[in-house]
Nanobody, 125 residues
Framework: QVQLVESGGGLVQAGDSLRLSCAAS????????MAWFRQAPGKEREFVAS?????YYADSVKGRFTISRDNAKNMVYLQMNSLKPEDTAVYYC?????????????????????WGQGAQVTVSS
């Protein structure tokens, strides 16, 4: 069982940076694939980034966002630079106990077993 708690959300202006953190409880954190998803108002939850054996990014954030993890602290981060108003969403941390080596599968919501409660990120223009 893994519990995830996000923090670091807030209101920023376009062009600013923000770092989200996700604290994970439970054993064998280093063996989990970790990911960030986001959900904007009126839209479906979408993949943002994932890290495990390989790291993947959504095209919309590639070059601006960086996912990283500290296995010693059971933490995963999402560094978001050059934020845009369209990045406004609730950001969710997710964990998968499965060994996901396929890029397409690693981007699917159904591949992840555990979810955090979400952190609001609002980017004003």
């Amino acid at each position: 069982q893994v519990q995830l708690v996000e923090s670091g959300g807030g209101l920023v202006q376009a062009g600013d940076s923000l770092r989200l953190s996700c604290a994970a409880s439970g054993r064998a954190f280093s063996s989990y694939r970790m990911a960030w998803f986001r959900q904007a108002p009126g839209k479906e939850r979408e993949f943002v980034a994932s890290t495990g054996l390989n790291t993947y990014y959504a095209d919309s954030v590639k070059g601006r966002f960086t996912i990283s993890r500290d296995n010693a602290k059971n933490m995963v981060y999402l560094q978001m630079n050059s934020l845009k108003p369209e990045d406004t969403a609730v950001y969710y941390c997710a964990a998968s106990s499965r060994f996901l080596t396929n890029s397409a599968v690693a981007r699917m919501l159904s591949s992840y077993d555990y979810w955090g409660q979400g952190a609001q990120v609002t980017v004003s223009s």
